[in-house]
């Protein structure tokens, strides 16, 4: 697969951050320390996302975590003739300070044709930012991959928990 776009934010129990607006990609993913802990690359290029709610994830701006509960809209430069995974983690469970649990997924989604996410194959639903109280701020990574082609996935799909 082939790195195409991330997003960041980065949440505890009442708001959502992320990097300044305007600021250069690569010092976001460098300053909040995505490369190298979750991704060994700087990304190409943003990644819109919007929430039902209204909301819009910007680099800089605040959102609580009841914006961001459903599942949101996501926008890219993409190819309509290829084929897109993505992928929402956050790699801060059970805190930053403490990661000893890995990357938990939040959603994923493969097949994606285009930038069409509900016409991919949804491998794991959406389940929106809800760290534990008192774990301090999560990061939380929007990830897209464009495929080499139409992948097959044959493992059993996952709830929301």
Known sequence: MYRL?????????NNFIASPVGSDL?????EYNI??????????????????????????????PTLVKDLPSLSW??????????AN???????????TQGQVVHWL?????GDDILAGDQLMEYFG????????LHRYVF???QQPAKLEFDEPRMSNM
Do not use: M, Q, R, W
């Not at 690569?26 to 460098?30: E, G, K, T």
């Not at 991704?39 to 919007?50: F, I, Q, R, T």
């Not at 430069?77 to 993505?86: G, H, I, L, W």
């Not at 930012?129 to 301090?136: E, H, I, K, V, Y």
């Open 35 to 64: 490369v190298p802990d979750v991704v060994s690359v700087v990304p190409d290029e943003y990644l819109a996302v919007k929430f039902p709610s209204g909301a819009e994830v910007h680099n800089g701006n605040v959102l609580t």
């Open 109 to 113: 989604v493969g097949n994606v044709p």
């Open 143 to 145: 990830l897209v991959y």
């Open 77 to 86: 430069n993409a190819e309509p003739d290829f084929f897109y995974t993505v």
């Open 5 to 13: 776009c991330f997003f960041i934010f980065l949440t505890n129990v």
């Open 89 to 99: 983690v956050d790699p801060d469970v059970p805190s930053h300070d403490d990661p």
């Open 26 to 30: 690569a010092s976001s993913f460098l």
């Open 129 to 136: 930012a809800g760290p534990a109280l008192d774990t301090g």
